[in-house]
């Protein structure tokens, strides 16, 4: 199944769930880098509906005081 980002943003409630170490740095990029459309998943961002599930290995990159 292939989905375009139009079609996610269109969802009522979106969950990012993110596990490996390996993946922590495009994690601190979506979360906490700019919001640009060079960085499609950074785009989520701005979803009301949108969780965001992340194991310690993926979490470990990001600043602890960014909300």
């Not at 989905?3 to 906490?32: H, Q, R, Y």
Request: aromatic share 2%; net charge negative.
């Amino acid at each position: 199944m292939t989905l375009g980002l139009g079609t996610i943003l269109d969802s009522k409630n979106i969950f990012l769930l993110v596990s490996g170490t390996k993946k922590a740095p495009v994690v601190k990029t979506v979360l906490e880098g700019d919001i640009a459309e060079k960085i499609p998943a950074s785009l989520l961002r701005n979803h009301p509906g949108l969780g965001v599930y992340l194991d310690p290995d993926a979490a470990a990159l990001l600043t602890a005081d960014n909300p």
